[in-house]
């Protein structure tokens, strides 16, 4: 992706070791813009909050983990109402867009999106663009007020629809320009903050006052620098179903095997909380975790002794995972959808028809399996009340930082605490599961499954010190 010869990231830099990633703001590029009393001193529900506006210099470390030779470290601007702010809220018109796939949480956050800007900014001019970002320069807008969103929360999906691809930035911002919006508010996942990224550098290349906000969404977790990403918490609480689903079928069948496969296109995220969560799976295998069928140690070997001391077992795959080993059967072809992600083949059915095979042509033992796919049941859900709280945090964080001049930042949860984190961070790389950490050897320690990347290394290693042995 190209970048504005201004985009240089914005560092502040103080005593031991102190660094502060900032967000720009639009006085960057914007010489002597007014400022306006916050309307927040004189609103009844805030001005009684003792230091309810953020100090200009508060942050937020990224890392709380320390030594006490450690350096301060990298920090991110604190979220949350300055005492001044850039916008009069009669001459704000703003927008608010969803992309990409569906999540739980996504209505949620349009409306405290809506009701922050009415209710806490007085702002009344406020436009939902339909069908993702093509909606910019097609057009196709609708009117957002309090009384219009007030219960969107408890429907799933998006009242404002949603597309892959369409990003076409000069079209966008033109659009943004003759429509007189100064307040753009997309919510996305890593893509569509690309897109915003590069919405937002031509809108400083034209010197406009126009600020423009990311909220990141991903159902699998997969954004980096942020705690989590809304809807997350539903999709792991909606993915239980499933696995016990899975769960009573395959216990209820000789030699029963539950098969669920769950989100997760390059991050197991969902599938690691899930099968935590649940307790009832035999094994977990997630992207970040290669594995193999044959051989020693193997997955097939696994399944075998699972079903012989337990008499039935439950597997949950992540989307994303065995991708190579799907690809060398099944000769894909490298296709992308018009996000730019990689299409993925079904490893779900592919796995569980490659388990019926090894046992067929074995003859080992009879077995039943079961496979579930719950993907679009739980993207299609409404957030759960943890999620809506999320929600409403990000939402309003984001406002707070609109208002107050900022532009060209996500807002997100760092160490438990709203932040304004700039474009360049959240879309330099993707957050995944580290199977070296923590986390990973509980859920070894849960399942009792092997750690296959260990398996097959160990026995290569044998393969070559004795040449001659056959495979078990």
């Known amino acids: 992706m190209g970048s504005s010869p201004n985009s240089k990231p914005k560092i502040v830099r103080g005593t031991a070791g102190y660094v502060l990633e900032d967000v720009p703001h639009m006085s960057d590029y914007i010489p002597d813009l007014p400022t306006y009393t916050n309307p927040l001193q004189i609103n009844p529900a805030y001005s009684v909050v003792k230091q309810y506006f953020v100090h200009v210099d508060d942050s937020v470390p990224q890392k709380i983990i320390a030594n006490k030779d450690s350096p301060r470290g990298v920090h991110f601007r604190r979220a949350g109402p300055r005492q001044k702010v850039y916008f009069d809220s009669d001459d704000v018109q703003a927008a608010i867009v969803t992309c990409g796939g569906l999540c739980p949480g996504l209505n949620t956050v349009i409306r405290e999106l809506v009701c922050a800007l009415y209710h806490m900014y007085g702002v009344k001019k406020i436009l939902g663009i339909n069908g993702g970002y093509k909606g910019f320069y097609a057009h196709n807008t609708i009117a957002l007020t309090p009384k219009n969103v007030n219960d969107i929360h408890k429907r799933g999906g998006t009242i404002l629809g949603s597309s892959r691809g369409g990003h076409d930035t000069t079209k966008i911002v033109d659009s943004i320009q003759d429509r007189g919006i100064n307040q753009v508010y997309i919510i996305g996942g890593d893509g569509t903050q690309r897109g915003a990224d590069r919405i937002f550098e031509e809108i400083r290349r034209r010197h406009l006052k126009v600020a423009v906000v990311g909220i990141p969404k991903t159902i699998d977790n997969d954004i980096p620098v942020i705690d989590k990403s809304f809807g997350f918490d539903t999709a792991v609480e909606e993915a239980q179903r499933a696995i016990n689903a899975a769960h009573v079928e395959a216990e209820s069948g000789e030699n029963g ?107 080992i033992m009879h077995i039943n399996l079961k496979y579930i796919d719950p993907t679009y049941m739980i993207r299609a859900v409404p957030s759960n009340a943890s999620d ?14 609109a208002m107050a001049g900022y532009t060209g930042f996500t807002s997100g949860l760092v160490n438990g605490r709203q932040t304004y984190i700039p474009f360049y961070r959240i879309i330099e790389g993707q957050n995944k599961v580290v199977i070296t950490d923590r986390m990973w050897a509980r859920l070894l320690s849960s399942t009792n499954q092997p750690s296959f990347t260990v398996s097959k290394i160990g026995a290569e290693e044998k393969t070559e010190d004795e040449p001659t042995g056959e495979q078990q």
Not at 394 to 401: N, P, R
């Open 257 to 363: 095997i539950g098969v669920v496969k769950l989100m997760g296109r390059y991050s197991g995220f969902i599938a690691m909380y899930a099968t935590l969560a649940s307790r009832d799976v035999d094994c977990c295998l997630i992207p970040e975790s290669p594995f193999h069928l044959e051989g020693p140690g193997g997955l097939f070997e696994f399944v075998e002794r699972r079903l012989k001391e337990n008499g039935h077992m439950v597997i949950v795959i992540a989307e994303g995972a065995g991708q190579e080993l799907v690809s060398e059967s099944m000769q894909s072809l490298q296709k992308q959808d018009a996000s730019g992600n990689k299409l993925l083949q079904d490893v779900g059915l592919w796995i569980s028809q490659k388990i019926k095979e090894h046992f067929s042509r074995l003859k």
């Open 388 to 401: 809506n709280v999320y929600c409403t945090l990000l939402a309003q964080s984001a406002v707070h930082g």
